[in-house]
């Protein structure tokens, strides 16, 4: 968040102001790394980089306060998702990465998890494990921190639909959790 | 999903929105969130974690892409409020110069220095200017004839005759004219010998050049120039300088080819 001062921010950034820009870009290129490594794994650098073109080109244009910045930044995010899964569909099934993040979540050491609890990383990857709109719901309103009415919109569905795939994702985490016995028996 | 609120153990891990939300939002530590859902929300604390380095590489492509789009749109704002002030500043030096170096010049012939010189700088951006060759008016525009005699319809003057792509780029329709070219005469005639060479590097004796038809025709120009400036006092100041300017030696004459060159060097390739 950068809040009160980004009234200011975003028309210097849109100006050409490399700091201003920078302060944008620290904020939000992190989240969109994690809103891709939840969607589309693979690809998730690519899809941040083609998500800050037209940030970028857009810019000028762009008129409203952080929260719906945030929210048209992530709107640009999942066209660019779309986008990439039409292409992958047309290239054919084989070019599609298999889960990679789940695959890439290596148990850590379990000292440090009783510690750290979960790495971002593994924690993105148990989300993305869900069925897709449910993680989408999920990492949009954490993540990219909106609101629901935002995430509804950006996933072109009603508010009370978000929040039962919030509801349900998180439900069903829990259930994965609780069988996996992370943490569970420790408390 | 129907489970009755009455049987407690029948759905332990039934959330209602409220929880729900501050799960979200991170309101909720391990220790406060409802059984079953400790570790939900320290996944979501992950989720939400403070960025790791390796999350903030690449920002040079970003800035990269937001030089390209910004720049030329920046340079295009700083180019014409430049040229605004440049413009008005020169409007109003130019005015003050030819009122002033009017007077003085055509009482001694001579500009004194510091006018000369600042006819030369300000006069500079005016450069973009229509040659006064191109009257509104139909048919062959024509300019004076040279110095060295009348030169025959068509002919080339050399490669000074045309140097398209020489002007700055400013606005072909500014208000410089016939008038303009008259105190840039003046200048000219009160610069002659050795700093004439220096004179013709400024911008603003290039178009006076171009308005000539070729840097050797300059005299011959501001001598037909200056003399039907006098000459057409009370006439209507629309009328062609050009078309009835005397060279030094000789007829008037119409070139065509040259009219054309004068033009093609006044609206150089924009």
Known sequence: ?187 | MRRLPATPDADPLALDDETVERLLRGELAPDQAPPGYAEVAELLTAVAAPPSPGELTGQAAALAELRAVTRPRRAAATRRAARRRRTGLAVAVLVGALVTGGVAGAATGHLPAPLRDAGRSILGPLDDGPAPAQPARPGPPSVPAAQGGPPSAGTTTGPQGARPGTTAGGPASTAAGPEDNKGLCQAYQAGKGDEQGRKLEASAFQALARAAGGEDRIAGYCAGLLGQAKAQDGKDDQGQPGADGQGQGGPPVTDPGQGERAQGAGSPGR
């Open chain 1, 1 to 187: 968040m950068i809040g009160p001062e980004f009234d200011d921010v975003l028309p210097a950034a849109a100006d050409g102001d490399e700091e201003a820009f920078g302060r944008l870009w620290t904020d939000l290129q992190p989240r969109l790394l994690r809103y891709f490594m939840v969607a589309a794994p693979a690809v998730a650098d690519d899809l941040a980089s083609e998500t800050w073109l037209g940030v970028v080109r857009g810019l000028g244009r762009f008129r409203g306060n952080e929260a719906a910045f945030r929210a048209w930044v992530f709107t640009i995010a999942r066209h660019e998702l779309l986008d990439w899964r039409r292409r992958a569909a047309r290239r054919g099934a084989e070019d599609l990465p298999a889960d990679g993040v789940v695959d890439q979540a290596a148990p850590d050491d379990p000292a440090a998890d009783a510690l750290e609890g979960f790495s971002t990383r593994e924690a993105l990857a148990q989300v993305a494990s869900l069925p897709p709109d449910q993680a989408e719901a999920i990492v949009l309103r954490v993540v990219a921190g909106l609101e629901v009415n935002r995430v509804a919109a950006i996933m072109g569905k009603r508010p009370g639909t978000v929040r039962v795939l919030t509801h349900r994702g998180l439900r069903r985490l829990a259930e994965r959790l609780g069988d996996g016995g992370r943490i569970r028996r420790v408390v």
